[in-house]
């Protein structure tokens, strides 16, 4: 495995490693509730702001096109200062955005605002998930949906507090306020960066060149964009869907989202577990296609009982995919790990809001059910693109 050539000897004693890695968890955590906690407002913000699904959808889609230029800037910022001092920065301006958004009041005004929240989001994305890496070169594929498994954890827990306080006519203002409040905190938790001596990234414009011109990659990164945007689909929508389409409160919407979230860190869980045993690309490609399979079972479905059941089942199959694909890569593809995530990051998140705004943009149009037709396309051309990512060598590709 490419993995083993890129261990680096860097001075860090294991007190220091379990404190970055529970500073790490933390992190992903509070980053799934600052984006889980739109969507189960969402009915709630778009009764106060007059807006409609396609809006709503936007509010989703918006920090995509900003995001993969935030991405691709933290590739140079997190070789220039360290992944350590990234992640800070991002959770207090994750912070601030969130605490500014809480004070809109008009939807032009949630509009702008919700791009300091992605500005924030985006720099976690970039370097949460190298610096892993970095601290488990020896078990990727593991350590990489262990790290995941926390943020279905964090949206499930986000969303159900959420969704209850919402119930109980807690504003939704005050909830922006007090995510912002608990990133704070974990801001205090991390060490110095100096405290903690990390591989460095190598930032080349050359490389980057190399990276992009490997057929491979682009495969990889397309099928990450439909990855994204099919856990998307279940994670954005979910919650509204509930609510209007069985004309329920937030906390049956929630209740909904809780499931699927549960159902993603059972199986990001498992796969931490399964890696070590079993063939990392076959777990994604089984788990692709149960999950293509299943998706379509979703229109027999006209009980709100009987959804949670079906939504925890379809996290199961989507759990792996965003993490496994990324670090599967990173196994295949000798390039610099830190700048491969980034950058199969940048397909995943505009995945995600792709999502998030065709589906509004049905949902206006045909009404939110019909708008789940998607899912199981997205799920379709992931296990397409991940087999003709296969044709372009089953040897390691090399950039030189």
């Not at 498994?149 to 909830?175: D, K, M, Q, Y």
């Not at 998307?232 to 809780?258: E, V």
């Not at 993490?323 to 998140?349: E, K, N, R, W």
């Not at 037709?373 to 991940?386: D, E, M, N, S």
């Amino acid at each position: 495995m490419f993995i083993e050539l890129y261990i680096i000897q860097f001075m860090i004693d294991d007190a220091m490693r379990t404190r970055i890695d529970r500073c790490a968890y933390a992190t992903m955590l509070i980053y799934a509730a600052s984006v889980n906690i739109l969507p189960i407002a969402l009915v709630r913000i778009s009764e106060e702001l007059s807006i409609n699904l396609t809006q709503a959808g936007v509010l989703g889609f918006i920090t995509s096109i900003e995001q993969f230029f935030v991405l691709i800037l933290s590739i140079f910022a997190a070789a220039r200062f360290g992944k350590i001092r990234i992640l800070r920065v991002a959770l207090l301006i994750m912070a601030v955005g969130l605490t500014a958004f809480a004070f809109s009041r008009s939807y032009i005004m949630a509009l702008s605002l919700i791009i300091i929240v992605g500005f924030g989001n985006a720099m976690i994305e970039a370097v949460i998930t190298p610096l892993v890496s970095d601290l488990h070169p020896q078990n990727v594929g593991g350590r990489m949906n262990l790290l995941h498994s926390f943020w279905p954890i964090g949206i499930c827990i986000g969303v159900l507090v959420f969704g209850e306080l919402l119930t109980r006519g807690v504003s939704w203002r005050a909830l922006f306020v007090g995510v912002a409040i608990i990133s704070v905190l974990i801001f205090m938790t991390y060490p110095g960066a100096r405290k903690a001596s990390l591989p460095p990234s190598r930032a080349d414009l050359g490389h980057l060149g190399e990276i992009l011109k490997l057929p491979r990659f682009w495969m990889f990164g397309v099928a990450m964009f439909f990855a994204g945007a099919a856990e998307f689909s279940f994670a954005y929508w979910a919650a509204s869907y509930i609510q209007i389409n069985f004309n329920t409160a937030p906390r049956a919407g929630a209740f909904g989202a809780a499931a699927f979230a549960l159902g993603m860190a059972v199986g990001r869980m498992s796969v931490a577990r399964l890696a070590k045993y079993w063939d990392l690309k076959m777990i994604i490609n089984v788990s692709a296609v149960c999950g293509f399979l299943f998706s379509l079972t979703f229109f027999l479905i006209n009980s709100p009982m009987v959804i949670y059941g079906y939504l925890f089942v379809v996290g199961l199959f989507i759990a792996c995919l965003w993490p496994s694909i990324q670090s599967y890569a990173a196994s295949v593809i000798a390039v610099d790990p830190t700048v491969l995530m980034v950058f199969l990051s940048c397909f995943g998140i505009p995945g995600t809001s792709a999502a998030a705004l065709a589906m509004g943009i049905i949902g206006d149009a045909a009404g939110l059910r019909t708008a789940y037709i998607v899912a199981p396309v997205f799920l379709f051309l992931v296990v397409i693109f991940l087999s003709l990512e296969g044709r372009f060598g089953v040897k390691r590709q090399k950039a030189e």
